[in-house]
């Protein structure tokens, strides 16, 4: 089996900018910064990074035992770069460092934001933050959440789009997790249904228990209407994929947004269900 890895958050362009201000601390203070927001050092011995540098290695004992695809690890992470940022910033010098300057274009490629006061925030958060590494290949979710991550506040017609590919590409999965063989030209729709179905989140075969009641089938027909509507929504010429005479008039944000929460909280319940050791479609499985 193929496993492949979670998204890194940060990437390693801006981990290396941050390591290269290590030069210019102390290996206490270098410590220190990690240490105060929680982190420990890897033993030595594990250490894949090679460097003369003592305050750089240290820095990398560090670095290299965060999971950088972990949403709360990363924004642990972000406060020790701020700290980092703070104490080789001169105070009295004018104007904006170039290494600084650097770090910011950086982090913007990234999908951060550093401000005047050296801190550090998400401009387009991840959307689905979850371990995708249990999936035989996930690579087809992974390019649409970081569509989605890219366009959310900035095109939300191709945000829109990503969003009906994200539940296209979820459903393809789950369905090759399960084994089952997929028509390449079916519609979305049937997709859909035959996920549900293969998962036993459609009503006709509801088990007994949570998963039988009428407040879940109520929830699970309105996950379907949000699935199938996300993917009306682009053929309507509002998303990315279809080339139009004219683009469509007071498309905004709150749309693309709306859009991408319907698409995550289906893609959620399908991934949920499909992890899920007591789920009910596990049942006479082997």
């Not at 030069?23 to 910064?33: G, K």
């Not at 950088?68 to 105070?91: H, K, T, Y």
């Not at 990234?110 to 006061?117: P, Q, R, V």
């Not at 900035?154 to 997790?177: F, H, N, R, V």
């Amino acid at each position: 089996m193929t496993v492949t890895a979670r998204q890194e958050l940060v990437s390693p362009a801006v981990r290396n900018a941050i390591r290269s201000l290590a030069t210019d601390l102390t290996i206490r203070i270098v410590s220190e910064l990690w240490q105060d927001h929680g982190f420990v050092p890897i033993p030595p011995d594990e250490l894949k990074y090679q460097d003369p540098g003592q305050r750089r290695t240290e820095f990398m004992l560090y670095a290299e035992g965060v999971d950088w695809s972990d949403q709360n690890q990363v924004r642990r992470a972000l406060l020790v770069f701020e700290g980092f940022i703070r104490a080789c910033r001169n105070p009295d010098e004018q104007g904006t460092p170039r290494w600084l300057e650097d770090i910011r274009v950086r982090l913007e490629r990234d999908g951060f934001t550093l401000d005047k006061e050296g801190r550090i925030t998400w401009s387009n958060p991840p959307v689905l933050v979850r371990d995708l590494s249990t999936l035989s290949d996930a690579s087809g979710i992974t390019i649409e959440l970081e569509r989605i991550r890219r366009d959310l506040t900035t095109d939300s017609q191709g945000a829109i789009g990503a969003a009906k590919q994200l539940i296209e590409a979820t459903a393809k999965t789950a369905l090759q997790e399960l084994k089952i063989e997929v028509d390449k030209n079916a519609a979305l729709p049937s997709l859909i249904s035959m996920v549900h179905r293969e998962l036993k989140l459609d009503a006709a075969s509801a088990a007994e228990g949570p998963d039988g009641s009428k407040a879940i089938k109520k929830i699970l027909s309105g996950a379907v209407n949000i699935a199938v509507g996300v993917a009306e929504l682009r053929n309507q010429g509002f998303g990315s994929g279809h080339g139009q005479a004219s683009a469509p008039s007071g498309l905004g944000v709150r749309h693309a947004r709306l859009t991408v929460n319907a698409a995550v909280t289906w893609c959620e319940l399908i991934l949920d269900t499909l992890s899920d050791p007591a789920a009910p479609w596990r049942k006479g499985k082997v």
